[in-house]
């Protein structure tokens, strides 16, 4: 069997002299080197009046109110209580926990960022303790769930 290069050139219809004049076989390409092109855009400025310029905080209707954002962290730190059955699957160690009628501390209101309301589903992060699951060194397994203001009542 051969296996020369001149065999397979004549089994693929290539030729194999180095003539350029003679066009045997494949077409040949040839890259085409194109520069870029720059645009040169005329920039307009127009003279610029200062009592134009407006504050963008003053236009902002997204903003928190004063007295919502209050009353809101007036609550952290407070004990609260879950008014209806509610399940959780987040909880470690247990595959559902039930939160109905348990005891928690609010430890913060994130529908508020920046100064700016956002549109948070459950905007209080309540912080449970997880009865009859042992951590690590014996501690009860602390749990953080997302709730709704009508989810919970504050205890006194």
């Known amino acids: 069997m051969a296996s020369s290069p001149a065999f397979f050139s004549s089994i693929l219809n ?3 002299s180095r003539n350029p ?3 045997v076989g494949f077409p040949r390409f040839t890259r085409v080197s194109r520069k870029k092109q720059s645009f040169d855009v005329p920039v ?5 009046d200062s009592s ?8 902002d209707y997204d903003s928190v109110s004063d007295g919502e954002l209050k009353t809101a962290e007036s609550k952290i730190g407070s004990k609260v209580r879950v008014k209806g059955p509610l399940k959780v699957f987040h909880v470690p160690k247990v595959p559902e926990f039930e939160l109905g009628g348990k005891i928690g501390v609010l430890k913060q209101y994130v ?12 905007p209080y992060q309540v912080e449970f303790e997880a009865d009859g699951v042992v951590g690590r060194n014996g501690k009860p397994v602390k749990f953080i769930a997302h709730l709704r203001e009508d989810e919970f009542e504050p205890l006194d």
């Open 21 to 23: 004049a003679i066009d």
């Open 111 to 122: 529908g508020n960022y920046k100064g700016k309301s956002i549109s948070a589903n459950l």
């Open 14 to 16: 290539i030729s194999s």
């Open 44 to 48: 307009r400025t127009m003279p610029c």
């Open 52 to 59: 134009a310029i407006s504050n963008s905080l003053t236009l």
